[in-house]
């Protein structure tokens, strides 16, 4: 980064999440390329959950912040603001709620000493905070917004050429299972997977926003392969409806070669990418269709 006409080397960063793995991911293995794992720090900017929250999400952020600290207010049961710099509250998961004017402040005051501050953000709900630093600390952050930011790009979509030098397109997500994590998830998951008979199927089901149809033809694709896989393991996101993973879980759940995890206990995906000898995904995420590319192994 150049501040002052001088150059000077990134030696850490703030990823700016949004609670979602499809997001966050690309954010931290980004970092993780560049080899500034250890010298990470995680902050995410969260909307409101539950009630009528739900039918919010097309607000603005900020705005939906107030909408809800209103109703809880009429409701009788409102809240300290959770979401101001005086307050900034940790979140459940111990990660602390983004707050830009801290952040861009730290980056000034650390400057001299740490030199410039990298911050990656991907998401929507991530624009305006991540946005809100570099407009604040301008000669002290470098900031990288991942996924199309839907501002200041025109009618941009996916173009074959990139629109600027500060725009770059990938083939695919970025994510985190570099040769590295993999070898790492192989091992840790050893005990549990390698001894499974082979070949090892492992079926992803995204958002499925497709519906119960894709549900179904799931099924029947399962059906038809299922002779020929030694093992099968099931993971849902966690936003895969209801009515899918009560479809897929009524039809295997009994069946021996079928492992279905139901999100307790460690996440297998790693595992699951790292051991699988083939993957079928849902072609809703990008991501987990990249990470399996990764692999090398076959995929439908």
């Given at each position: 980064?150049?501040?002052g006409g001088t150059q000077r080397a990134i030696r850490r960063a703030i990823v700016i999440g949004n609670g979602f793995a ?190 119960v149809d894709l549900g179904k033809q799931l099924v029947a694709m399962l059906r038809n392969v299922l002779w020929s896989c030694g093992s099968v ?68």
């Amino acid at each position: 980064m150049v501040q002052g006409g001088t150059q000077r080397a990134i030696r850490r960063a703030i990823v700016i999440g949004n609670g979602f793995a499809g997001a966050e991911n690309q954010s931290i293995g980004l970092v993780r390329a560049l080899g500034l794992s250890d010298r990470q720090s995680l902050y995410r900017v969260t909307r409101p959950r539950g009630g009528i929250n739900k039918w919010l999400p097309w607000l603005p952020l900020s705005l939906h912040k107030k909408v809800d600290y209103v109703i809880s207010g009429i409701k009788g049961n409102r809240k300290v603001m959770p979401f101001s710099a005086e307050n900034n509250i940790g979140l459940s998961s111990g990660i602390v709620e983004a707050d830009a004017k801290q952040i861009a402040k730290m980056a000034r005051q650390t400057f001299d000493k740490d030199g410039p501050l990298l911050v990656v953000a991907s998401g929507r709900d991530t624009i305006p905070v991540a946005s809100a630093i570099k407009r604040l600390a301008p000669e002290n952050v470098f900031l990288v917004q991942i996924q199309h930011p839907r501002s200041h790009l025109n009618r941009w979509i996916t173009p074959r050429e990139p629109p600027g030098r500060n725009v770059v397109l990938t083939i695919g997500a970025l994510h985190q299972a570099d040769s590295a994590a993999l070898r790492s998830a192989a091992s840790a998951w050893h005990t549990e997977l390698a001894p499974l008979p082979k070949p090892l199927l492992v079926v992803n089901i995204g958002n499925c926003s497709y519906g119960v149809d894709l549900g179904k033809q799931l099924v029947a694709m399962l059906r038809n392969v299922l002779w020929s896989c030694g093992s099968v393991r099931i993971s849902f996101s966690r936003r895969t409806p209801e009515k899918v993973s009560k479809l897929l879980i009524k039809e295997f759940r009994n069946n021996p070669k079928v492992y279905i995890w139901d999100g307790e206990g460690r996440n297998p995906h790693m595992g699951h990418l790292a051991l699988a000898d083939d993957f079928i995904i849902t072609a809703d995420s990008v991501s987990m269709l990249s990470e399996a590319c990764s692999t090398g192994n076959l995929f439908m």
